[in-house]
């Protein structure tokens, strides 16, 4: 068992990170009613920026979160936009669009900084290794671990304790009722959406040394997003939050064992099957609530 501690405490770095932008994913589809497949390209400008903006220094870093988050906060905006002439069309039109936002803005980020995995250089007092019950452990993982489950408890806090949480999780339930009281919905969703955005440039920001940045980044963590809102609820931020630790540690002892390398993948998305079949068929909650 000692030898699978490091890849453990890797799983929840790993599921930390997925939840921050996997929560975004979930805002986005519990209070927008939008199914974003252009999230994992909004995760690909945090991590670029952070690849090429950092070098090495607390402020280039800082200003590389910073550039990331607003970009992608920016292209969340955006999104709400375009998608407001598909209101009450269903959930494919919203797919066909984003889907094509992403391919779009794929090709962009690869001709702006080319085919090749682009490196992040951290600060030096991050990038040393610490011990962690006798084993040696990248510094930069465990900040990211506190940093990561921070952010987790601020999103908490902000959804179920805040005026602005009120009137999201309202909008959930009862949008004619917002509007009555002269919220607009569409503030609402745009907002969410705009935050849904920033969230997963944060993420990419601060998880580009681990899952890299590059022409692959943006497919991987939507794929594995996908797998955390269908298992975590397809709505609920709590459920995403046990999903994406479950998916992390899956990802991180497969990669570790051999002999499990290969039977990961068929677990997260087998298990992401199942979630759907069960809720077609009424055994399983369908979510939609933040």
Request: no cysteine; hydrophobic share 60%.
């Given at each position: ?17 997925l ?34 903006i ?22 969340g905006?955006?999104l ?108 609402v ?63 991180t ?38």
């Amino acid at each position: 068992m000692d030898a699978y501690l490091i890849p453990a405490v890797d799983g929840v770095a790993y599921g930390l990170l997925l939840f921050v932008v996997a929560a975004g994913l979930t805002l986005a589809f519990g209070v927008g009613d939008v199914l974003n497949l252009a999230h994992g390209t909004l995760f690909a400008f945090g991590a670029y920026a952070a690849a090429k903006i950092s070098d090495g220094s607390w402020g280039s870093l800082a200003l590389a979160v910073l550039v990331g988050t607003a970009a992608a906060g920016l292209g969340g905006a955006l999104l709400s936009l375009l998608l407001t002439p598909l209101a009450g069309r269903g959930h494919l039109a919203q797919a066909l669009l984003t889907f094509g936002v992403a391919l779009v803005a794929g090709d962009r980020l690869t001709a702006m900084f080319g085919k090749d995995e682009l490196a992040l250089t951290v600060p030096k007092s991050l990038d040393r290794p610490v011990d962690l019950a006798g084993h040696s452990y990248p510094g930069y993982r465990l900040a990211l671990i506190i940093v990561a489950a921070l952010i987790a408890a601020a999103l908490f806090v902000v959804v179920s304790r805040s005026r602005a949480g009120h009137f999201v999780r309202a909008t959930v339930d009862d949008r004619e009722m917002v509007a009555m009281l002269g919220v607009s919905p569409f503030t609402v969703r745009t907002s969410v959406l705009a935050g849904a955005g920033a969230l997963a440039g944060l993420a990419g920001a601060l998880g580009a040394p681990i899952i890299g940045a590059g022409p692959r980044t943006a497919d991987l963590v939507l794929m594995l997003s996908l797998v955390v809102v269908v298992l975590g609820g397809m709505g609920s931020i709590a459920g995403a939050l046990v999903a994406a630790i479950a998916v992390g540690e899956i990802q991180t002892i497969g990669v570790a064992n051999p002999d499990l390398s290969t039977i990961a993948p068929f677990v997260l998305f087998g298990a992401m099957a199942l979630a759907l079949a069960a809720r077609a068929r009424g055994l399983l909650p369908s979510g939609r609530s933040a």
